[in-house]
């Protein structure tokens, strides 16, 4: 298990760098982990996944890689459900595009450094205005819903494409729920309703978390 996550404050710093800053640190904190505590908690994930997403036809999902929280696990248990799962493509250029998920045995890396991606036929970007849940990936949730990201702007563009009645959920371990501070954010950095970690889901509307974080920042409503 690894030591408890400790996040440098940013107060002062430019926002980007500030990101990058807590990127590091995360990321480092997330490969303190060994593979058999991943799977385990994988399996978790996708028990409390599979709770969040509902009566939901199409989920919008990513294929996790390396040190993320695992999503395969969910991945597979949609899958199984007859749950439609759309997948992250990523054309030319990074080009926002979806593919749906066919099974495990069916995904491929097509580049170096991009997570693995279906074989199948290629949707465009407004595909995701189909999924009835979304579940994008972080690295740190704050008590306002603001998500810290991989850095590429990748899933805000898309996040902008969605009806906002649609819920946005992330997949983060308990300690990347963060209760202490405010995380970086800007005017293209899209909010997220709700987090799921391997011992609940959690909803930040009306939350505890949510009032306290207010608090913090002098703006109690």
């Keep these: 298990m690894p030591e408890p996550l400790r996040l440098p404050l940013t107060i002062g710093h430019e926002v980007e760098d500030a990101k990058a800053e807590l990127r590091k640190v995360i990321r480092e904190h997330r490969r303190t982990r060994g593979a058999t505590e991943l799977e385990r908690l994988g399996h978790e994930l996708a028990s409390q996944g599979i709770q969040a997403v509902g009566n939901a036809r199409t989920v919008a999902l990513y294929a996790s890689t390396g040190a993320e929280p695992p999503t395969l696990p969910l991945l597979d248990a ?27 045995q069916d995904l491929a890396q097509t580049a170096p450094g991009r997570p693995p991606e279906p074989s199948g036929p290629r949707l465009p970007a407004e595909a995701i205005q189909n999924a009835d849940v979304i579940i994008a990936p972080a690295l740190a949730v704050d008590g306002l819903g603001n998500r810290l990201g991989q850095g590429g702007g990748w899933y805000d563009r898309m996040l902008k494409l969605t009806d906002p009645g649609v819920p946005v959920f992330t997949m983060l371990f308990d300690e990347e729920l963060i209760d202490s ?7 293209m950095d899209v909010p997220v309703q709700a987090v799921i970690t391997p011992t609940k889901v959690f909803l930040l509307e009306g939350s505890r978390l949510q009032r306290d974080t207010l608090e913090k920042v002098g703006a109690v409503r």
Aim: charge should be positive.
């Design 181 to 187: 501070q405010l995380l970086p954010s800007d005017a």
């Design 78 to 104: 949609l899958h199984a459900r007859r749950i439609q799962v759309l997948l992250p493509a990523l054309g030319p250029g990074l080009e926002r595009q979806w593919a749906l998920y066919l099974g495990s």
